[in-house]
């Protein structure tokens, strides 16, 4: 693994299906983040996490949770999909936070039917 | 709250011309800021830092100004190439703030 890892590259869901995104690091950055990006929209905070075992709430939690129980890997998880989640997530790491370079993942192709 | 500002009309320009790209924010004082680029169909890549005590800072054929007292980012490509044709994002950042992204701007380079 170099840099980010997302995990799957797309999915179409069923509204009301439960379902996780993987997000996974091997540059052992302390700080972690998952965004959304709508055309139009721009890029959107959904969760953070300045270090393992702390998250924080972004601009767009509401439907969203994350974990954070080591370094490496921040899933998010969507409990009960509706069809506003369709979006790109994407996931992202940083050495620290505010002042240091963020380092983006591929993305995650996510449409809710 | 927080409002970041760029065009949202895509630029266009011709070949070995130089793009600005222009970044406002309000009701924030960002003590850093980062400017990234973005290709269709991927994520955002770190492209260059600017703190509140610079006034400019170049990379290569990049230069970015940061003009505190304006609350603006100036970001150039000087001899561009169609190959610089992307989406550009700013992200005002510091202290208590976490990066927020601007909406972006699409930069398009004719040959």
């Known amino acids: 693994i170099a840099g980010i890892t997302q995990a799957p590259t797309s999915q179409i869901l069923a509204a009301g299906r439960r379902m996780t995104l993987r997000c996974t690091q091997d540059?052992?950055?302390?700080?972690m983040y998952w965004y959304r990006q709508d055309l139009g929209l721009g890029l959107r905070l959904i969760h953070y996490?300045?270090?393992?075992?702390?998250?924080g709430k972004g601009e767009v939690p509401d439907g969203y949770s994350v974990s954070r129980a080591n370094t490496d890997d921040f899933p998010l998880t969507l409990a009960s999909a509706v069809p506003s989640q369709t979006s790109v997530y994407f996931c992202?790491?940083?050495?620290?936070?505010?002042?240091?370079?963020?380092?983006f993942g591929p993305g995650t192709r996510l449409t809710v039917t | 709250s927080q409002k970041i500002e760029q065009n949202s009309e895509a630029l266009n320009i011709q070949e070995g011309k130089t793009a600005t790209l222009t970044c406002n924010y309000t009701?924030?004082?960002?003590?850093?800021l980062q400017w990234y680029r973005q290709d269709p169909g991927r994520g955002p890549v770190f492209l260059l830092l600017?703190?509140?005590?610079?006034k400019e800072k170049r990379k290569e054929r990049l230069k970015v100004t940061f003009d505190t007292t304006l609350k603006q980012s100036l970001f150039h490509i000087t001899a561009s190439q169609p190959a610089d044709s992307a989406t550009y994002l700013c992200?005002?950042?510091?202290?208590?703030?976490?990066?927020?992204f601007g909406r972006g701007t699409s930069l398009i380079v004719h040959p």
């Open positions: 009701n924030y004082s960002p003590a850093y």
């Open positions: 992200a005002p950042s510091g202290g208590s703030y976490i990066p927020t």
């Open positions: 992202a790491s940083s050495d620290g936070t505010s002042s240091y370079e963020q380092y």
């Open positions: 996490s300045n270090t393992a075992g702390t998250t």
């Open positions: 600017i703190r509140e005590n610079e």
């Open positions: 540059m052992r950055h302390n700080a």
